[in-house]
C-alpha cells in the first residue's frame, strides 16, 4: 500500500477529505470478465498506461491517492471500488456477486483501516459490489440483478441505518452494475444513456426522491438522457468538477453547458471489460 501523491487541499470543497484508493492494473487484465459486450482483445501494457494518467488527473483535481497492494492473481482488481462502499467514517467491505472476485478484498481492508475507517463487512449469501452502489446526499441505490443481490442490499441497509442513510434497490438488467447505466451531476441531475436505463422513471427527481432539492441544491433535479454510453459515467471531484472518460464528446459538452468543470481521461482499454471512470478508485472523503 502506497502514498502515491502529496495533493494541495481543494479549496472548492473546505473541511473534506480528497484521498482516492486506487490499483494498478495486474498481468491478468485481459482475462476479465465480462457479461454484456463481445470480448475484445486488451493491450495490457497501453492499459497500465492509461490507468497512470487517470491517477494523474485525480492528482491534478487535488486528491491524494493510496495504491492498494497488487492482487495480481485477480483479472478484475484494477476495478477497486467493487471491493468496498464507504460513507461517513464507515468503510463496508463488500462480497462480490463473482466468485473469482472475493480475493480482492483483503488488501483493501487493509488500505481502508490504515486510513482510518471502521470496517463492516457483507456476509453470505448477501452478494454485493461497489459498481452497484449509487450514493448523493442521504440516500444510497443499490443496483438489483446482476452481482448483487437483496440480501447484499439488506445488510448494507443495516450497517448505514445508524447514519440515518435511506437504501432503495433498483433494477439492473442491461448493464454489469448500476454506475454501468447512471450516475449522478453535483446538482443532483442523475445521468444515463437510456437505451442502457432499466427505467428512467426512477430517477425523475434526480438524486433527490423526496423532490424538495434537500441534499442537491436543486429542487428541479431530474433524468438528463445522454447521446453516449459513457456519458453516463462520471467520478464526482469536489465542487462542479467532474471526472469522465474521453469517448463521450458530446455528453461532456452537455456537462460542461451546464456548469460543470470536465476532465476527460482515455480508458478505453478498461471499456472493453465493462470498466468505466468510476470503477478505477474508491473516493475517501470522510
Same mark, same amino acid.
Given at each position: 500500500? =502506497?502514498? =502515491?501523491?502529496?495533493?494541495?487541499?481543494?479549496?472548492?470543497?473546505?473541511?473534506?477529505?480528497?484521498?482516492?484508493?486506487?490499483?494498478?492494473?495486474?498481468?491478468?487484465?485481459?482475462?476479465?470478465?465480462?457479461t454484456h459486450i463481445?470480448?475484445?482483445?486488451?493491450?495490457v501494457e497501453r492499459a497500465q498506461r492509461q490507468w497512470e494518467a487517470y491517477v494523474d488527473a485525480l492528482h491534478a483535481n487535488g486528491w491524494r491517492t493510496v495504491e492498494v497492494a497488487p492482487a495480481d492473481d485477480c483479472a478484475d482488481a484494477v476495478f477497486v471500488e467493487d471491493t468496498v462502499v464507504v460513507h461517513g467514517?464507515?468503510?463496508?467491505?463488500?462480497?462480490?456477486?463473482?466468485?473469482?472476485?472475493?480475493?480482492? #478484498?483483503?488488501?483493501?481492508?487493509?488500505?481502508?483501516?490504515?486510513?482510518?475507517?471502521?470496517v463492516a463487512?457483507?456476509?453470505?449469501?448477501? =452478494?454485493?459490489?461497489?459498481?452497484?452502489?449509487?450514493?448523493f446526499g442521504g440516500t444510497v441505490w443499490v443496483g438489483l440483478g446482476g452481482r448483487s443481490n437483496e440480501e447484499g442490499m439488506r445488510q448494507l441497509a443495516a450497517h448505514l441505518e445508524p447514519a440515518g442513510v435511506q437504501v432503495v434497490g433498483v433494477p439492473v438488467s442491461r448493464v454489469l452494475h448500476l454506475k454501468s447505466g447512471v450516475t449522478a451531476l453535483p446538482d443532483g441531475t442523475v445521468v444515463g444513456h437510456e437505451p442502457l436505463v432499466d427505467d428512467?422513471?426512477?430517477?425523475?427527481?434526480?438524486?433527490?426522491?423526496?423532490?424538495?432539492? #434537500?441534499?442537491?441544491?436543486?429542487?428541479?433535479?431530474?433524468?438528463?438522457? #445522454?447521446p453516449e454510453e459513457s456519458g453516463a459515467h462520471v467520478v464526482l471531484l469536489g465542487g462542479d468538477r467532474v471526472l469522465m472518460a474521453a469517448d463521450a464528446p458530446r455528453s461532456a459538452q452537455m456537462f460542461r453547458d451546464r456548469g460543470c468543470t470536465v476532465t476527460e481521461v482515455d480508458i478505453s482499454e478498461f471499456i472493453k471489460l465493462e470498466g468505466c471512470v468510476t470503477c478505477l478508485s474508491v473516493r475517501l472523503r470522510g
Amino acid at each position: 500500500m =502506497t502514498d =502515491t501523491s502529496p495533493a494541495s487541499a481543494d479549496p472548492t470543497s473546505p473541511g473534506e477529505r480528497h484521498l482516492a484508493l486506487v490499483r494498478r492494473p495486474g498481468p491478468r487484465l485481459a482475462e476479465g470478465l465480462i457479461t454484456h459486450i463481445d470480448r475484445q482483445p486488451v493491450d495490457v501494457e497501453r492499459a497500465q498506461r492509461q490507468w497512470e494518467a487517470y491517477v494523474d488527473a485525480l492528482h491534478a483535481n487535488g486528491w491524494r491517492t493510496v495504491e492498494v497492494a497488487p492482487a495480481d492473481d485477480c483479472a478484475d482488481a484494477v476495478f477497486v471500488e467493487d471491493t468496498v462502499v464507504v460513507h461517513g467514517d464507515l468503510a463496508v467491505l463488500t462480497r462480490p456477486g463473482a466468485p473469482s472476485r472475493r480475493a480482492e #478484498v483483503a488488501k483493501v481492508e487493509e488500505a481502508v483501516v490504515a486510513a482510518g475507517y471502521r470496517v463492516a463487512r457483507i456476509e453470505a449469501p448477501g =452478494t454485493l459490489e461497489g459498481g452497484d452502489v449509487l450514493k448523493f446526499g442521504g440516500t444510497v441505490w443499490v443496483g438489483l440483478g446482476g452481482r448483487s443481490n437483496e440480501e447484499g442490499m439488506r445488510q448494507l441497509a443495516a450497517h448505514l441505518e445508524p447514519a440515518g442513510v435511506q437504501v432503495v434497490g433498483v433494477p439492473v438488467s442491461r448493464v454489469l452494475h448500476l454506475k454501468s447505466g447512471v450516475t449522478a451531476l453535483p446538482d443532483g441531475t442523475v445521468v444515463g444513456h437510456e437505451p442502457l436505463v432499466d427505467d428512467p422513471a426512477v430517477w425523475a427527481g434526480g438524486a433527490d426522491p423526496a423532490g424538495d432539492g #434537500v441534499g442537491t441544491g436543486h429542487a428541479d433535479a431530474g433524468f438528463l438522457p #445522454v447521446p453516449e454510453e459513457s456519458g453516463a459515467h462520471v467520478v464526482l471531484l469536489g465542487g462542479d468538477r467532474v471526472l469522465m472518460a474521453a469517448d463521450a464528446p458530446r455528453s461532456a459538452q452537455m456537462f460542461r453547458d451546464r456548469g460543470c468543470t470536465v476532465t476527460e481521461v482515455d480508458i478505453s482499454e478498461f471499456i472493453k471489460l465493462e470498466g468505466c471512470v468510476t470503477c478505477l478508485s474508491v473516493r475517501l472523503r470522510g
